[in-house]
C-alpha cells in the first residue's frame, strides 16, 4: 500500500463549479498534512497546510482533514481555468528521529471554460 | 520571499559520468531535501538534512549521494549517472519547525544518455 495515494485524474470541472480533490494516507501516525499545486513545467508550490481535524478555509480554498478516516481533502470553489494544475497531497511523518515529508503522485485538475 | 536556486536547469550527460547537482537557499532554513519526479511516480524523497555536515537517507538513495558543508547549499551527487536516473531533480528547503512547508527550486532536468 502505497503511504499517500491520490487518484491521478484527470478531473475535469467546468467553471465555477466544486473541484474535489482526494487523499488518503496510510500511517495513523502522521501528523500534517499539505496541499501543493504545481502548474505544467514548473515546481510544486504550497497552497495549504493543515494540522488538526476539520476544515480549514483560505480563500477559495478549503482543506478538509478526518485523521480517523485518514483523509484529506482539497476545496476549491468557483474554479477557474487558471486552477488547471496537478495538485498533490503531501504528508508529514515523524520516524525515527526525523520528519519525512510524502508526496502522493498528484490529481491533474482541467477546469473548462 | 524564499529562493532556492537549482544551478543547472537542463543537464546531458553520459552513462558512467559523475554529476553534481547543486542546490542553494538564500533563507537561512535549516532543512533541506533532494527529490526526484516521474511520470506516474510522483515525488520520490532521495536525501534530506536538517543541519550542515548532517544527510539522511530517504526513500530511493541508491545511486547518490549528498554533501551539505554549509547550511545554504546542499548537493546531489550520482557517482555514476545510469539512464534509469533520468529524471526532473527538485530541491527544496524548510523551516524546522514548519518541515513540510516546502519551497522548492525550478528543478533541474537531467538527461542520461
Known amino acids: 500500500q502505497k503511504e499517500v495515494e491520490q487518484n491521478s485524474g484527470p478531473l475535469s470541472v467546468p467553471e465555477g463549479a466544486i473541484a474535489s480533490l482526494n487523499c488518503t494516507y496510510s500511517d495513523r501516525g502522521s501528523q500534517s498534512f499539505f496541499w501543493y499545486r504545481q502548474y505544467s513545467g514548473k515546481s510544486p508550490e504550497l497552497i495549504m497546510s493543515i494540522y488538526s481535524n476539520g476544515d480549514k478555509e483560505d480563500g477559495r480554498f478549503t482543506a478538509q482533514l478526518n485523521k480517523a478516516s485518514q483523509y484529506v481533502s482539497l476545496l476549491i470553489r468557483d474554479s477557474q481555468p487558471s486552477d488547471s494544475a496537478t495538485y498533490l497531497c503531501?504528508?508529514?511523518?515523524?520516524?525515527?528521529?526525523?520528519?519525512?515529508?510524502?508526496f502522493g503522485i498528484g490529481t491533474k485538475l482541467q477546469v473548462i471554460p | 520571499d524564499v529562493k532556492v536556486t537549482q544551478s543547472s536547469r537542463y543537464l546531458v550527460k553520459r552513462t558512467g559520468e559523475k554529476v553534481f547537482l547543486e542546490c542553494v537557499q538564500d533563507m537561512d532554513h535549516e532543512n533541506m531535501f533532494w527529490y526526484r519526479q516521474d511520470p506516474g511516480l510522483g515525488l520520490r524523497l532521495i536525501y534530506f538534512?536538517?543541519?550542515?555536515?548532517?544527510?539522511e537517507k530517504g526513500d530511493i538513495p541508491e545511486g547518490y549521494s549528498v554533501s551539505r558543508e554549509k547550511k545554504e547549499r546542499f548537493s546531489l551527487i550520482l557517482e555514476s549517472a545510469s539512464t534509469n536516473q533520468t529524471s526532473m531533480y527538485l530541491c527544496?528547503?524548510?523551516?524546522?519547525?514548519?518541515?513540510?512547508?516546502?519551497?522548492f527550486g525550478e528543478g533541474s532536468r537531467l538527461t542520461v544518455l
Open positions: 538534512s536538517y543541519d550542515v555536515k548532517m544527510k
Open positions: 527544496a528547503s524548510s523551516l524546522p519547525h514548519a518541515a513540510g512547508e516546502l519551497f
Open positions: 503531501a504528508v508529514n511523518l515523524y520516524s525515527g528521529g526525523y520528519q519525512k515529508v510524502t
